[in-house]
Each structure stands twice: as structure tokens, then as C-alpha cells.
């Protein structure tokens, strides 16, 4: 994670480190709301959030993809498995918000 991305995460969600997991990927607009009426059951979007965090995390999962094979490893399973890179590149956004939810509640450093 960069400066801007770090910036942007203590600007504008100063209660990362005391969420959940879920609470925290909703609020940043990364979390997929389904489009279920009666029998139909359609495709889950991501939607709502603070868009200037969900765009930096966006940027820092392109950067943690090229970067760490953990990061890397875990898009293309749910590139593949969707079909969808986008899918891909959200999910790692979502899984990089978790990672740095965990390390500001535990105060440990990324391993």
C-alpha cells in the first residue's frame, strides 16, 4: 500500500481497525448486494461505499497483484472461477482492505 492509499484510508475511514470484516468491505462499497426478487436470483454488484476509498483500494489490488504472490494466487482462482478479471481485481481490493483492517486493529506489520 502506498501513501495515497494510506491517506486516503485514514482520511476517509477512520474506524478501520474496529470493524468487521463484512461492516468493513460494505462501507467501503466493495462488499456484493445481491439483485434477488421473488424466484429471480441476479447477479451480486458491488454498489454504495466511499468511492474515494473503493478507488484506492482498486489502484493498491493492481499493485498487490503484480507484486505479492499471495495477492496474486487468490485473483487468478476467482478470475477463473467467475470468468471475470474485474471480479478478480474487487476481490482482492475487498481481501486487501480485510488484511489492512486486521493489521490496524492488531498493530502488527504485513508477514
Known amino acids: 500500500v502506498g501513501k495515497i492509499t494510506a491517506l486516503t484510508l485514514v482520511a476517509h475511514m477512520p474506524e478501520l481497525g474496529s470493524l468487521t470484516p463484512k461492516k468493513a468491505g460494505a462501507l467501503a462499497g466493495l462488499a456484493p448486494f445481491n439483485d434477488d426478487s421473488g424466484h429471480r436470483r441476479g447477479r451480486r454488484h458491488i454498489k454504495g461505499g466511499r468511492r474515494r476509498v473503493r478507488k484506492a483500494l482498486y489502484m493498491a489490488a493492481l499493485g498487490a497483484i503484480r507484486a505479492n504472490t499471495r495477492f496474486k494466487s487468490f485473483f487468478q482462482a476467482v478470475a477463473e472461477r467467475s470468468g471475470?478479471?474485474?471480479v478478480g481485481i474487487i476481490?482482492?481490493?475487498?481481501?486487501?482492505l480485510t488484511v489492512l483492517n486486521a493489521m490496524q486493529r492488531d498493530r502488527k506489520a504485513f508477514e
Open 91 to 96: 476481490a482482492v481490493a475487498r481481501k486487501l
Open 84 to 86: 471475470s478479471k474485474k
